[in-house]
């Protein structure tokens, strides 16, 4: 009798073993986006908590971080040096737009060059133009007064959203956002009496956002002209 010959063993690895590579690979991936679905950003939720605690308490929409020109989020810490630098003429501005009740019209935060009064095109100027609304003069003096006790030099800054503009006045945003902070500048120097030479003003068009331009709601945030309080590590 002739014995069986075992059955030849095709190349390469066992079908079974394939499978089970396949199998293991799966549950790695699976397991891997429970982990980065977990993973909470803390900055990210403190901010979502302050926002939520100021629309319940009522005071107005002042931001305790921000977005600065490269979208990094900076977050607003009084215990970090820069803030402590600006302390005092943060807490005189918060209570001061507290009573005016400026609503989501102004925002405030700090990135890397200092701190910044944001304030929408809305609180200041009509759509498309440059003069300062009246009801403007008086938020904007009442700002004007803390910032002249202060000795920071200053940087008025506008910016628009992406809509083009061409007028006879204004042929694009450049002109539009540069003649919008001169105006805010002139009148800090003016009316308040700030010192020029701590004073600059520029505009940005459209090219500075701290929004993406892909709403209504972005472009509004994006309509703004910017009173920057530089730190003295900037100069």
């Not at 701190?115 to 003069?131: R, T």
């Not at 004073?199 to 993406?212: D, H, K, N, S």
Request: glycine letters at 6%; aromatic letters at 8%; proline letters at 6%.
């Amino acid at each position: 009798m002739h014995k069986k010959r075992p059955k030849k063993q095709p190349p390469g690895a066992p079908l079974w073993m394939t499978t089970y590579s396949d199998l293991t690979t799966l549950l790695m991936c699976f397991f891997v986006l429970l982990f980065a679905l977990s993973t909470v950003s803390t900055e990210k939720y403190e901010q979502v908590a302050v926002s939520l605690k100021s629309v319940f308490s009522g005071s107005p929409g002042i931001m305790y971080g921000g977005v600065n020109p490269l979208g990094e989020e900076m977050p607003f810490d009084l215990s970090s040096p820069i803030n402590i630098e600006f302390q005092d003429v943060y807490s005189e501005i918060e209570a001061m737009l507290a009573e005016e009740g400026v609503g989501v019209a102004v925002e405030i935060f700090q990135e890397e060059r200092g701190l910044i009064i944001s304030f929408k095109e809305k609180i200041f100027f009509d759509i498309g133009s440059a003069q300062l609304r009246p009801e403007a003069r008086n938020l904007l003096s009442r700002v004007g007064r803390v910032l002249a006790a202060d000795d920071h030099d200053i940087r008025v800054e506008g910016h628009t959203c992406d809509l083009p503009i061409q007028s006879k006045t204004f042929p694009s945003n450049w002109e539009l956002s540069t003649s919008r902070a001169t105006n805010v500048t002139r009148f800090l120097i003016e009316e308040v009496g700030i010192n020029p030479g701590r004073l600059g003003a520029t505009g940005y068009a459209e090219f500075r956002p701290i929004a993406v331009n892909d709403s209504e709601e972005n472009r509004v945030r994006n309509r703004r002209v910017d009173i920057l309080l530089l730190s003295r590590n900037n100069l």
